[in-house]
């Protein structure tokens, strides 16, 4: 599974980077607020230092206007994934965005009808919001498993991202459902490192090395 960092925090992008575990990123106007900069110039900083997509988002609510944000988002670099929300308006800018050989990550899918829509309507990704469902007393994981179902009957090739992630948990079963991308926050991916039982094994470890006396480097 691929990991995609859900942040708009450079050094934070770069420091995953350098372990090898950014596939991508996923960017939203709230976290282009938080970040504190001008969304063309972050951006391109992000897309110059990875190789995978940077998804980056539109704010138009109309078509036509959604098309001529995400055009002129995908000049920043070659890697940028237009964002486009899941609405009737949203899937008509991503079938023109695709025909145009643009990536297309359609955003906000909460049922997997939407996700077949946005499948046919030619999307690169489609990122259901786990999170948000449980929020509202839903399974979030149960939509992941139902698109990947829909998605495998008919050989879609658009990408399951996995979004709204709130939990190491969320990536494992996004993992063992079979989701092609999972986003999280840089804390919650580093959070998957931690086990209670490596720490008690660290601890007992040095412990005995201590009492031996030596140093591996003369």
């Known amino acids: 599974m691929k990991f995609f960092v859900d942040t708009a925090d450079v050094s934070a992008i770069s420091e995953l980077n350098g372990l090898g575990m950014v596939d991508g990123v996923t ?18 900083e992000i897309c110059a230092l990875v190789d995978g997509p940077v998804s980056a988002e539109v704010v138009a609510t109309d078509s036509a206007s959604m098309i001529q944000e995400g055009r002129s988002l995908a ?4 890697n940028i994934a237009v964002k486009v929300p899941m609405t009737w ?24 009808n939407q996700a077949l829509l946005a499948a046919k309507a030619g999307a690169s990704f489609i990122s259901p919001f786990i999170g948000r469902l449980d929020d509202i007393n839903l399974d ?21 991202l996995a979004a709204s992630i709130r939990s190491v948990n969320h990536i494992a079963e996004c993992a ?12 919650v991916i580093r959070k998957l490192v931690d086990h209670p039982l490596t720490d008690r094994g660290m601890e007992s470890f040095l412990a005995d090395w201590a009492k031996t006396g030596q140093n591996i480097v003369p």
């Open 27 to 44: 960017t939203n106007p709230s976290l282009i607020l938080k970040a504190g900069r001008d969304i063309r110039e972050v951006t391109r």
């Open 75 to 78: 000049e920043i670099a070659d």
């Open 89 to 112: 308006d949203g899937l008509k800018a991503c079938r023109t965005l695709a025909d145009d050989g643009c990536m297309v990550n359609v955003t906000l899918c909460f049922s997997a």
């Open 140 to 160: 979030g994981l149960d939509l992941i498993g139902d698109i990947r179902l829909v998605y495998d009957n008919y050989g879609f090739e658009t990408e399951i």
């Open 176 to 187: 063992r459902i079979g989701a092609d991308v999972a986003t999280a926050p840089p804390g």
